[in-house]
C-alpha cells in the first residue's frame, strides 16, 4: 500500500495548493515574514505622507499667486 499513500499525498498535497491559491490563504511562509512586510508598508506610507503634505503647501502657494494674478488684472 506505500503506492497508494504516496498517490493519496501527493494528491492532497495539490488540492491543499490550490485551496490555498482559490482561496487566498495566507500560509507559514507568508506569516513568517509579515512583520517585514508590514514594516516596508508602514514605511511607504509615510514617504506618501510626505509627498502630501509638500504638495499642500505648493498647491497653496500656486492658489495664493493665481489669487495676485487676478487681483493685478483687474
Do not use: C, P
Amino acid at each position: 500500500m506505500v503506492g497508494m499513500d504516496s498517490y493519496m499525498n501527493a494528491y492532497l498535497d495539490r488540492r491543499m495548493k490550490n485551496l490555498i491559491q482559490d482561496w487566498d490563504l495566507a500560509t507559514r511562509n507568508d506569516i513568517g515574514d509579515f512583520e517585514n512586510r508590514l514594516q516596508a508598508i508602514e514605511e511607504a506610507t509615510k514617504e506618501v505622507e510626505s509627498f502630501e503634505t509638500s504638495a499642500e503647501i505648493t498647491l497653496e502657494n500656486l492658489e495664493h499667486r493665481l489669487l495676485q494674478l487676478k487681483e493685478a488684472r483687474r
